[in-house]
């Protein structure tokens, strides 16, 4: 086999993916669930580690239904502050991990060393260590050395992960869950420094359960004996049950409010509700210096009421692409954000009627009957009560700020394809959409459907490919000669991965 990043992301996309996993529990029922952590602990075994060997990575792990990688984006932003540079004459760390899921545009984006993607070089290197060790064992026990000899896609990215930090020797490494917490293939981690559970809803109901106590449970796995863990407001029953795991667990679990010093501030991420994540990822970063570093006289300590400068830098020097992010082109101000349940679709509605709102001041506005333009795609959740929730979303935070209560004059809905041409990049291909239903735009009729049931004077086009939606966006900029049209780009991870990829394409 040959060993380049190309190969390795072929290889990688051979193995069953998260939704196959899904697929698998729902007909087999939860009781698969079940199983995941003895598994992926065997999977360690094989690949020549027991799960206490991961303590040295000083893991935060971090939780949650909406906000956790942001949180996780926070804290390493705020942690790599404290690497040797000019403006640090004390460090305190030297290598900070960060496991993410998804990527965006590339696959090596989920292992991030120092706030940076592997290169491609290096994310070749640990994967083919991995996948020897893996084929190693099979050969030793006398097993095949096929597919049946790895784990699935998400289980062996994290494996690939915690193998990369290991032998790299980060000080830390920031792991975010996949799904869930209890079960979660990260949650092989016995020791972790600290724990953090971020804004909870209802998603994944196949594998969490239906209701906010279920779900939370779950989530509350991650909690361990002797590491502190933080969370942030939450609705009561949430905290009822992340309250009675801490108690079982013998864990200290405090809420966490909004830093006072963040309201002087202008942070990376811009959203309102990102207070929220920067206060979580404050606390979960400053537990880990304290216990690591806490008798060094350059460890900072924080106040109510104050923030170390290296705190405010990294909550302001914070970048996490695809994530309420605004991107500029002639005559296009593209609002982009990956929200793409029903809770996380709200906020990104919420952050987009901010930024259009004549009444705000956080950006320039257009004026009132200037066009508003929605690319939105949502492939395997329920995509029209996705749209309905979006549209019910604008049309209230909007009020009669605008000349109409329509939120959007016009809306392209499109597959997750990229190109017309091409297809995807190899490190966006998904196999967990149905691909008669792709080509037959299924889905996106009957998105569109949707739109129109809900009145307006919407003009709405179905596309083919992301290509091709943002072409027509462009045509509708160029017709229509305003200073500024307002899109917004959101409804789905794959969406907007695919989406900077023709933004950013265009530039290489």
């Known amino acids: 086999m040959r060993r380049s990043y190309g190969d390795a992301v072929a290889a990688?996309?051979?193995?069953?993916?998260?939704?196959?996993?899904?697929?698998?529990?729902?007909?087999?029922?939860?009781?698969?669930?079940?199983?995941?952590?003895?598994?992926?602990?065997?999977?360690?075994?094989?690949?020549?580690?027991?799960?206490?060997?991961?303590?040295?990575?000083?893991?935060?792990?971090?939780?949650?239904?909406?906000?956790?990688?942001?949180?996780?984006?926070?804290?390493?932003?705020?942690?790599?502050?404290?690497?040797?540079?000019?403006?640090?004459?004390?460090?305190?760390?030297?290598?900070?991990?960060?496991?993410?899921?998804?990527?965006?545009?590339?696959?090596?984006?989920?292992?991030?060393?120092?706030?940076?993607?592997?290169?491609?070089?290096?994310?070749?290197?640990?994967?083919?260590?991995?996948?020897?060790?893996?084929?190693?064992?099979?050969?030793?026990?006398?097993?095949?050395?096929?597919?049946?000899?790895?784990?699935?896609?998400?289980?062996?990215?994290?494996?690939m992960a915690f193998h990369t930090y290991i032998s790299e020797g980060v000080d830390t490494a920031i792991i975010e869950c996949g799904i869930g917490g209890e079960y979660d293939s990260t949650n092989i981690i016995i020791s972790p420094c600290v724990t953090g559970i971020t804004s909870l809803g209802i998603d994944h109901t196949q594998l969490l359960g239906n209701t906010i106590e279920e779900i939370a449970w779950h989530k509350a796995g991650i909690m361990k004996a002797g590491a502190p863990a933080y969370t942030v407001a939450q609705p009561v029953a949430a905290l009822d049950v992340l309250f009675k795991r801490a108690k079982e667990k013998s864990v200290s679990l405090s809420i966490v409010q909004e830093h006072h010093s963040l309201k002087t501030l202008k942070l990376g991420l811009e959203a309102p509700f990102q207070h929220t994540n920067a206060s979580l990822a404050i606390n979960?970063?400053?537990?880990?210096?304290?216990?690591?570093?806490?008798?060094?006289?350059?460890?900072?300590?924080?106040?109510?009421?104050?923030?170390?400068?290296?705190?405010?830098?990294?909550?302001?020097?914070?970048?996490?692409?695809?994530?309420?992010?605004?991107?500029?082109?002639?005559?296009?101000?593209?609002?982009?954000?990956?929200?793409?349940?029903?809770?996380?679709?709200?906020?990104?509605?919420?952050?987009?009627?901010?930024?259009?709102?004549?009444?705000?001041?956080?950006?320039?506005?257009?004026?009132?009957?200037?066009?508003?333009?929605?690319?939105?795609?949502?492939?395997?959740?329920?995509?029209?009560?996705?749209?309905r929730a979006l549209h019910s979303t604008l049309v209230t935070s909007l009020g009669t700020s605008l000349d109409t209560v329509n939120p959007f004059t016009h809306a392209v809905f499109c597959t997750n394809l990229t190109y017309k041409g091409n297809g995807y990049r190899p490190d966006l291909v998904a196999m967990n959409s149905n691909q008669g239903k792709v080509a037959a735009l299924e889905v996106q009729k009957e998105l569109r459907d949707t739109w129109l049931q809900l009145g307006g004077a919407t003009e709405v086009e179905v596309k083919g490919t992301i290509e091709e939606a943002v072409r027509w966006v462009r045509d509708v900029a160029a017709k229509d000669g305003s200073e500024e049209v307002e899109v917004l780009v959101t409804g789905s991870v794959h969406l907007v991965g695919g989406f900077l990829e023709v933004l950013e394409g265009e530039k290489e």
């Not at 605004?326 to 679709?345: N, Y």
């Open 12 to 159: 990688l996309n051979t193995l069953q993916t998260n939704s196959a996993v899904i697929d698998s529990i729902r007909k087999a029922g939860t009781s698969l669930n079940t199983q995941a952590i003895p598994e992926m602990i065997e999977w360690c075994r094989r690949a020549g580690y027991e799960p206490a060997d991961f303590d040295k990575l000083n893991a935060i792990h971090v939780a949650g239904t909406k906000g956790k990688g942001s949180t996780s984006a926070f804290a390493s932003s705020i942690l790599c502050q404290f690497l040797p540079s000019p403006t640090q004459s004390h460090p305190l760390v030297k290598k900070v991990g960060l496991y993410t899921s998804p990527h965006l545009r590339f696959i090596r984006e989920r292992i991030r060393i120092n706030n940076e993607p592997l290169s491609e070089e290096t994310f070749a290197r640990y994967f083919f260590e991995t996948w020897d060790r893996l084929e190693g064992s099979a050969r030793s026990r006398g097993e095949p050395t096929d597919k049946s000899a790895k784990p699935s896609y998400f289980r062996f990215l994290t494996l």
């Open 284 to 387: 979960l970063v400053s537990t880990y210096l304290q216990t690591h570093h806490g008798t060094n006289q350059h460890c900072p300590t924080i106040s109510p009421t104050s923030l170390p400068i290296e705190f405010q830098r990294g909550c302001e020097e914070v970048r996490w692409p695809g994530r309420c992010e605004i991107r500029r082109e002639k005559g296009i101000a593209w609002h982009i954000d990956a929200g793409h349940t029903l809770e996380s679709i709200r906020l990104a509605a919420s952050w987009f009627a901010s930024c259009v709102s004549p009444s705000s001041t956080r950006h320039p506005r257009p004026p009132p009957n200037r066009p508003r333009v929605l690319l939105f795609n949502q492939q395997t959740r329920d995509a029209p009560a996705l749209a």
